[in-house]
């Protein structure tokens, strides 16, 4: 089955500096690229989600990239500020009924 | 903004009892799911549900796992006898269509004791 390996589990970041997260996955099915923000006492939030056939999509501040043929996509947010210090998941789909999802990289943006 | 509903926010239970915690989907929503966090772990699947019947589940979804949707909107998840291992945050998630955007609820922390 799928598996999702995400890195770094933490980064520390200076307020204005941009972050970067990493995710691999192993099912070269794998169509569809979520990540999800989560902040502390609550559920995932979708922010920026990727589907196979684009390399690349941009949202103001976040963008994702996806490499297929490495089986990589990124995060990559810009401006950093405090309020987007949270636990970051990435995920992975392949169009089944289920989301496999990276373990997480919490990120603290210091003012 | 729709958003996804879960009751309770907190459950204490005794090992060996049952519980079942509920769920408000989406108004619109077809395709309903289940996931659990462990304190300080990813996300993981439980299961799926669509036009009333499992979609797909993990090995975590054993015998001591249900689901149902009893009133066409309550969407729950049963565990029979629970152990102290379920603990955890269970978290509910509907969309719309298949591979998009799933919706997730505030989550229902189970402790078991």
């Known amino acids: 089955g799928e598996n999702v390996e995400q890195h770094p589990s933490t980064l520390s970041v200076q307020e204005g500096d941009s972050a970067v997260i990493k995710c691999t996955y192993s099912?070269?099915?794998?169509?569809?690229f979520p990540w999800y923000k989560q902040e502390l006492g609550k559920g995932p939030q979708l922010i920026i989600d990727i589907r196979s056939n684009v390399g690349e999509k941009k949202d103001q501040r976040i963008a994702v990239t996806l490499n297929k043929t490495a089986k990589h996509f990124s995060l990559h947010i810009t401006e950093t500020q405090p309020e987007d210090s949270a636990v970051y998941f990435c995920a992975a789909s392949d169009s089944s009924y289920k989301l496999i999802f990276g373990s997480g990289t919490r990120l603290l943006v210091r003012p | 903004e729709p958003e996804v509903t879960q009751t309770p926010s907190h459950q204490v239970t005794q090992m060996g009892q049952e519980v079942i915690l509920r769920c408000v989907p989406i108004?619109?929503?077809?395709?309903f799911y289940w996931y659990r966090q462990i304190l300080g772990q990813k996300v993981e699947f439980l299961v799926s549900?669509?036009?009333?019947?499992?979609?797909?589940k993990s090995e975590i979804f054993d015998d001591q796992f249900s689901v149902e949707r009893p009133d066409g909107s309550n969407f729950t998840l049963k565990i029979r006898s629970t152990k102290l291992e379920d603990s955890a945050m269970y978290f509910c998630?509907?969309?719309?269509?298949?591979?998009?955007?799933?919706?997730f609820g505030q989550g229902t922390r189970l402790t078991v004791v």
């Open positions: 998630a509907t969309s719309g269509q298949l591979n998009t955007e799933a919706f």
């Open positions: 549900f669509y036009n009333n019947e499992i979609s797909e």
């Open positions: 108004s619109n929503h077809l395709y």
């Open positions: 099912d070269s099915a794998s169509n569809y």
